[in-house]
């Protein structure tokens, strides 16, 4: 079932956030911050996050088990796709492609033509994900990520197209 987070999914988001970057951001992040820290930080993430406009907060479960997320933040004057992650041995099942369009629906819904977000180049398999899924490449920007400085690709979405895709 896919259904508009509440804050009642908050610790189960944040686990499945950590697991996520546990597995995918090995090549900028260390080890040591990924056990010792990175838990902390996706804790208090979370436990920031209000569950109401301008974020835009969509789950992915079965039977009552986490299975993905994305989160819009739908502020002016392009929305921002902060994040959309899957548990990692779910993967390439169709998942993200899903939740991705889904949040794209619910942006155009909104009144929103356009969305952006950033991707690390050094997750050339995200970058094919967005790519496939109607995203186009606008080009390298520098980021952070965690305070450190981070090379990503920004990819645009059109979402007037966004039925066309998946």
């Not at 921002?80 to 949040?103: A, E, F, M, S, Y």
């Not at 398999?125 to 606008?138: C, K, M, S, T």
Request: charged fraction near 25%; hydrophobic fraction near 45%.
């Amino acid at each position: 079932m896919i259904r508009q987070a509440t804050p009642g999914d908050r610790e189960a988001i944040s686990a499945l956030h950590l697991a996520s970057w546990q597995d995918s951001y090995g090549a900028e992040l260390t080890a040591a911050y990924m056990t010792d820290e990175l838990p902390a930080a996706m804790r208090k993430k979370w436990a920031a996050r209000t569950f109401r406009a301008p974020e835009l907060i969509i789950v992915a479960e079965t039977d009552g088990v986490l299975q993905g997320f994305v989160c819009a933040i739908a502020h002016e004057p392009m929305p921002l796709i902060d994040n959309l992650h899957i548990r990692p041995d779910l993967r390439g099942q169709g998942l993200g492609t899903k939740l991705l369009r889904v949040v794209r629906d619910a942006l155009w819904v909104e009144g929103h033509d356009r969305a952006y977000l950033t991707v690390l180049e050094s997750n050339p398999d995200a970058l094919a994900f967005y790519l496939a899924n109607g995203g186009h490449d606008e080009g390298a920007v520098d980021d952070m990520l965690v305070g450190r400085p981070v090379r990503a690709r920004r990819i645009g979405f059109d979402l007037q197209t966004r039925r066309a895709m998946g």
